[in-house]
């Protein structure tokens, strides 16, 4: 509740004209430093990078295409994922890798055998919470299905002999815990078949602070951080 | 070329780890990708590390691709330009906007559904905008983000002095961005 004056004088700012110039890389110096503090703090003027972006990228669609040599992608290859196959069930460094970028987020993800892995009508559901009352943001993924949830969390962690404890909720039911979220901000949680149920359209996530070791009771005894509720990802 | 449902549903599969969507989107795009890293760098070599580092911040970066505001072919195609902007900047020993950290601003920017409906389609009418400039502003446009110009560079190709090329520039910008919103 800091800046409810400064939002109000919503004029374009100056910086906004920038924005073009930015996106084709014409900005240099002092005026490109001051124009990406800028970025830090107004999602409007990146969602205007953005859509330059979009709008120069048909320059590129016309260029013409040319194949590159398959060393590329052997190379590629090699840097990616090593020499070697992992088994599905260690890829889960690979995905620590893939999302290593994403900030202020928890992530979980479900993992299937590898069969569905690769089957053609996977279907991802997300779902993100993020507290009012505390610095901590959560976004959740996983597969339909059994499996391990992957998460990655940032934000300020449980106090001292408290846990984050992790809970879905069905319409009409009472909430079933999927486990005390790891330490750490990449971990993961296996689920057990009547948890893996609970990933599904419809189903609320909801995290709530807990003594170390989760519920005594089996149900949320601790505060509710916050709630967010499972949706389609994208359809695989 | 591949539909962007179905580049789309590449990046999401790649975003849980999937290997073979990798190669099936390698496949169908890097050919283009290729095409505008060769433009940019004008170097074979170049271009191939350009390449790789593309792919693999495409493949860092996937799960990311939901919030970043851009359809599936501008993305892929934004991330190679950026990439080989950067390599061509530092060859020349010069640090320029335009480079890779626009990554984390796409990640921030959170456009909505309207937003991401806006932009799919905003693919083609650049070239339309394009053509209500004068050729010479038209042209240093398409110097600026396809051959990675500086503004130095383009005043001195279009033999005008710095801060005209600056002024058309900036008109030309704002011009466009008439156009593209009209």
Redesign the interface.
């Known amino acids: 509740m800091t800046n409810d004056v400064e939002t109000n004088t919503a004029q374009t700012s100056p910086d906004k004209?920038k924005a073009?110039?930015?996106?084709?890389?014409?900005?240099?110096g002092a005026e490109?430093d001051a124009?990406?503090a800028q970025?830090?703090s107004d999602?409007s003027l990146?969602?205007e990078?953005?859509?330059w972006?979009?709008?120069?990228?048909?320059?590129?669609?016309?260029?013409?295409?040319?194949?590159?040599?398959v060393?590329?992608?052997k190379?590629?290859?090699r840097?990616?994922?090593g020499e070697n196959q992992m088994p599905w069930h260690r890829?889960i460094r690979?995905?620590e890798?893939?999302?290593?970028?994403?900030?202020a987020a928890l992530?979980a993800?479900a993992v299937f055998s590898s069969d569905a892995?690769?089957e053609a009508e996977?279907r991802?559901l997300q779902a993100s919470i993020s507290s009012s009352e505390i610095d901590l943001q959560v976004a959740f993924?996983s597969?339909v299905g059994t499996g391990l949830l992957r998460i990655e969390q940032a934000g300020v962690a449980p106090a001292q002999g408290r846990v984050f404890e992790l809970w879905a909720i069905a319409e009409g039911a009472a909430p079933v815990s999927l486990g005390v979220l790891p330490q750490g901000r990449v971990t993961a949680l296996r689920l057990d078949e009547t948890q893996s149920a609970l990933v599904r359209v419809g189903v609320t996530f909801a995290l709530s602070d807990e003594p170390t070791g989760g519920s005594p009771t089996g149900a949320p005894t601790g505060p509710v951080l916050g709630v967010g509720a499972l949706q389609v990802?994208?359809?695989? | 070329m591949r539909t962007p449902e179905q580049i789309?549903?590449w990046i999401?599969?790649?975003?849980?780890?999937?290997?073979?969507a990798?190669?099936s989107l390698?496949d169908a795009t890097?050919?283009?990708l290729?095409?505008?890293s060769?433009?940019v760098l004008k170097n074979t070599a170049l271009a191939?590390e350009a390449?790789?580092n593309t792919?693999?911040k495409v493949?860092?970066?996937?799960?990311?691709y939901?919030v970043?505001?851009?359809?599936p072919?501008?993305?892929l195609?934004?991330i190679?330009?950026?990439t080989a902007?950067d390599s061509l900047?530092t060859q020349k020993n010069?640090?320029?906007?335009?480079?890779s950290?626009?990554?984390?601003?796409?990640?921030?920017?959170?456009?909505g559904p309207e937003?991401l409906a806006?932009?799919s389609s905003?693919?083609?009418?650049?070239?339309v905008c394009l053509t209500e400039l004068d050729d010479a502003h038209a042209r240093a446009?398409?110097g600026?983000?396809?051959d990675?110009k500086?503004?130095a560079e383009l005043a001195s190709d279009a033999k005008v002095p710095l801060n005209t090329m600056r002024t058309w520039?900036?008109r030309s910008?704002?011009k466009?961005?008439e156009c593209?919103t009209r």
């Open positions: 004209d073009g110039e930015y996106a084709l890389g014409l900005l240099e490109r124009f990406e970025l830090q999602p990146a969602l990078v953005a859509r972006q979009e709008h120069f990228a048909a320059l590129g669609m016309d260029v013409e295409e040319v194949a590159p040599p060393s590329v992608l190379i590629l290859k840097e990616l994922w890829r690979v995905w890798y893939a999302i290593g970028g994403m900030a992530v993800y892995f690769y996977v991802v993924a597969n990802l994208t359809n695989l | 789309e549903k999401a599969q790649m975003a849980l780890g999937d290997r073979i990798f190669e390698y890097s050919a283009k290729f095409g505008v060769l433009r191939e390449l790789q792919y693999f493949w860092r970066n996937a799960s990311r939901q970043n505001g851009l359809s072919m501008s993305w195609i934004t190679a330009r950026n902007l900047r010069l640090e320029i906007s335009g480079g950290d626009l990554m984390d601003t796409f990640a921030d920017s959170k456009p937003d806006i932009a905003q693919n083609e009418v650049l070239r446009i398409r600026a983000y396809l990675g500086t503004y520039l900036r910008l704002i466009l961005r593209l």
